[in-house]
């Protein structure tokens, strides 16, 4: 899980596409930012800092910059004190902004980064917080392989050697597209979301046991592969028990907890001849059907038991 970024860290990976200009070079830039929302001071600026969000950079935008404009000196550094006493871990100024001196002292006073972009206020907002919101989210690794089938995210899971591999390939032979291999790593994006990725060094190279490492991005072109992919399903992969009872129906869906985002878990066992391909397409499929409002299991079971209790069925047609 990344915990935080440095401002130096931010300045070095987004200086360039954030058009960054360091206005304060005698402050550190080893200040932690560890929250991935992004604020302007408002009231804060008039004297009123009690509900001041903490730990959040800061934007300055055109009306920040003209109410301060409208101040004397000393008063700039005495309301831009008062907001720099509490946790900010950097100020950004947009639209290419004059900084006034009193600006700057204050700042360096505090220890406070200030850093200005030529980019338009709201923007700067657009490009920064999606920017923080993937380095800082809850993140944990998954030994699995992630497809894109049908655009459902499936995640397939299960021992070694047990064919995650062999069955993302087949599904990439389809036409679907593979996302990782071997290890996944994945994020939680606001409350319910999983995004899962793979290792940049990784790439889209699979290891197909009896052949070796495999490149799909080279064999099957850049449309068999996707960077990333919202996790939605999980297939876990599971050697045919015959002292095991396995869900017939579908009616009671296992869930599962990753980074507390709850998700369905399908456990598909494997005997010779079981086409693995078809069944995870068809676990795609009965997820966008899912999407749409139409659960299939219960409807089905709905239809048998009117058709067992015909009299129950016409009360509830009648209710």
Same mark, same amino acid.
């Given at each position: 899980?990344? %915990? ?27 200040? @932690? ?26 934007? &300055? ?30 100020? &950004? ?9 009193? &600006? ?22 657009? %490009? ?60 939680? @994006? ?18 197909? @046991? ?9 064999? &099957?072109?850049?449309? %068999?592969?996707?960077? @990333? ?91």
């Amino acid at each position: 899980m990344s %915990a935080f970024v440095t401002v130096r860290e931010l300045l070095d990976a987004r200086e360039a596409s954030l058009h960054l200009e360091l206005l304060t070079p005698r402050v550190p830039l080893e200040g @932690r930012i560890v929250n991935p929302d992004v604020s302007s001071p408002g009231l804060s600026l008039a004297g009123y800092t009690d509900r001041f969000p903490e730990g959040r950079t800061q934007v &300055f935008g055109k009306t920040e910059m003209s109410y301060l404009s409208t101040l004397k000196p000393g008063e700039v550094e005495e309301r831009l004190g008062a907001v720099f006493a509490h946790d900010v871990p950097a100020v &950004f100024v947009t639209r290419g902004q004059k900084v006034p001196d009193a &600006f700057l002292a204050a700042a360096e006073r505090a220890r406070v980064p200030v850093l200005r972009t030529r980019i338009e206020t709201g923007d700067f907002y657009r %490009a920064l917080k999606p920017y923080l919101e993937d380095v800082l989210a809850p993140v944990t690794t998954v030994h699995g392989s992630l497809a894109d089938v049908y655009g459902i995210g499936l995640l397939f899971t299960g021992p070694s050697g047990i064919g995650k591999s062999e069955c993302v390939l087949g599904l990439v032979q389809r036409g679907h597209r593979l996302v990782a291999d071997d290890l996944v790593f994945v994020s939680r @994006r606001g409350n319910d979301v999983l995004m899962g990725k793979g290792h940049e060094r990784q790439g889209f190279h699979m290891e197909i @046991r009896g052949i070796g490492i495999v490149d799909v991005a080279s064999m &099957f072109g850049t449309r %068999a592969t996707r960077q @990333r992919k919202r996790v939605e399903v999980i297939v876990d992969l599971q050697s045919w028990d015959d002292s095991r009872e396995y869900d017939r129906t579908g009616l009671d869906r296992e869930m599962v907890r990753i980074l507390d985002v709850e998700i369905p878990r399908l456990t598909i066992p494997l005997n010779p001849g079981k086409n693995l391909i078809a069944i995870s397409e068809v676990i795609a499929m009965n997820q966008l059907l899912a999407y749409s409002g139409v659960d299939v299991p219960r409807r089905f079971d709905d239809g048998l038991r009117g058709a067992m209790n015909p009299r129950d069925s016409l009360i509830e047609d009648y209710e």
